[in-house]
């Protein structure tokens, strides 16, 4: 934060820099794990930062929780959902909307994270109030090798794709996730931007190759998020049940509540440009 400007720290795009101005600082701390900052943005509203990255904002964290949440529920319609991550509640929150859900376990590394949301995301975190949430605090990994549940959905909500994060974005990691659900089952993960990272040593990509190994069907939604640097988001589905990219989805009893998701939305988002679908042919996808 300089004076009047937040100033984004993107890792993964160190060739461009983005400045928020601010109207007011709510919180400024570390944990044991990163530097959290909530702050109020002129336009987006309430922002959560972590390690000076934004994670999401008022403005349009409900675009990135519906689509990444409602598409897979609608299909599974899962009842037992495990959350890598998802420590703001904005993927529980979704979740619980759907009739079949009856347990959800989140797993987070960090309590301040949950604090925090509690506190200035209540309209997010107060979803782990629901007695169907059960809040796990720990590594992913770990909490992944050590758990021997059998899961219908599986979001991972963690870190963005990069060096850092190889420890969960990795072969044996996902062996290990796939065994872990149950026959229709599946998972969703979170993979941000798909235009310069292809020759990155971690890329959606190189990634996609390496879940061709334990998943039949690999679909790659692409959900462009305002406040995300260069608005890039994306989503892997990935099964060995359902090819996303070929259904057409089951219409939501509440879908007229939301705020982003319709059914004819979220099937186009699967529905990809000619750049994309090229460096996807690259991926054998």
């Known amino acids: 934060m300089r004076g009047k400007y937040f100033f984004v720290d993107n890792s993964l795009e160190p060739y461009r820099k983005e400045i928020w101005q601010i109207e007011s600082i709510l919180f400024s701390g570390k944990s044991e794990f990163q530097k959290i900052d909530v702050v109020k943005l002129d336009k987006l509203g309430k922002t959560l930062f972590l390690d000076e990255a934004i994670q999401f904002s008022e403005f349009d964290e409900a675009h990135y929780h519906e689509l990444f ?68 605090f720990q590594d992913a990994k770990k909490f992944i090798e050590s758990d021997n549940s059998m899961y219908d959905l599986v979001l991972v909500d963690l870190t963005d794709l990069g060096e850092l994060s190889s420890a969960i974005y990795n072969v044996s990691f996902y062996s290990l996730l ?19 990272f292809d020759d990155d040593a971690f890329s959606v990509y190189s990634f996609i190759k390496d879940l061709k190994k334990f998943f039949k069907f690999i679909s790659l939604s692409y959900v462009p998020v305002f406040s995300y640097p260069g608005a890039e988001n994306s989503f892997l589905y990935c099964s060995n049940e359902y090819d996303f990219s070929n259904l057409r989805l089951p219409p939501l009893s509440f879908e007229s509540t939301l705020r982003f998701y319709t059914t004819q939305y979220a099937e186009s988002t699967f529905k990809l440009n000619s750049w994309i679908q090229k460096k996807l042919n690259k991926a054998n996808l």
């Open 69 to 136: 949440v409602h598409p897979a529920s609608a299909v599974i319609k899962p009842e037992r959902v495990l959350v890598l991550g998802g420590g703001d509640g904005g993927c529980v929150r979704e979740l619980l909307k759907h009739e079949s859900v009856k347990e959800v376990i989140v797993c987070e590394i960090d309590p301040m994270v949950v604090d925090v949301s509690k506190e200035y995301f209540p309209q997010m975190a107060n979803s782990f109030n629901d007695k169907r949430v059960i809040l796990e």
């Open 178 to 196: 796939q065994s872990r659900l149950s026959p229709k089952g599946g998972t969703v993960i979170q993979t941000s931007g798909v235009y310069f």
